[in-house]
Nanobody, 124 residues
């Protein structure tokens, strides 16, 4: 059974950096894709970045391209976040599921497994 546990959130000033980690025990190639989503109060859950487990291809939301990098080391998925902005403030969730990144980023319900989330706050 797949279990996802996020860590690494915190508070930083604008322009700062954080690295989120998602420990994914039980992750196999059958899961298709693993992704980071975020949600802030009053807003819908937004796909941030996705990694195809089978092909190691990556996908990013336009709002984070060039600033965020998703990577994987065995059963841990990372989200390196640079040049953080106040609008990046949200709870960040790790998710995995039998889907494709190009589709699942817009349809989070296709990811059947979710972590508990980690808070990221960007403020001066």
């Amino acid at each position: 059974q797949l279990q996802l546990v996020e860590s690494g959130g915190g508070s930083v000033q604008p322009g700062g950096s954080l690295r989120l980690s998602c420990a994914a025990s039980g992750l196999t190639w059958e899961h298709g894709a693993i992704a980071w989503f975020r949600q802030s109060p009053g807003k819908e859950r937004e796909g941030v970045s996705c990694l195809s487990i089978r092909g190691d291809t990556t996908t990013y939301a336009d709002s984070v391209k060039g600033r965020f990098t998703i990577s994987r080391d065995k059963h841990t998925v990372f989200l390196r976040m640079n040049s953080l902005k106040p609008e990046d403030t949200a709870v960040y969730y790790c998710a995995a599921g039998p889907t494709e990144c190009w589709y699942g980023m817009s349809y989070p319900d296709d990811f059947g497994s979710w972590g508990q989330g980690t808070q990221v706050t960007v403020s001066s």
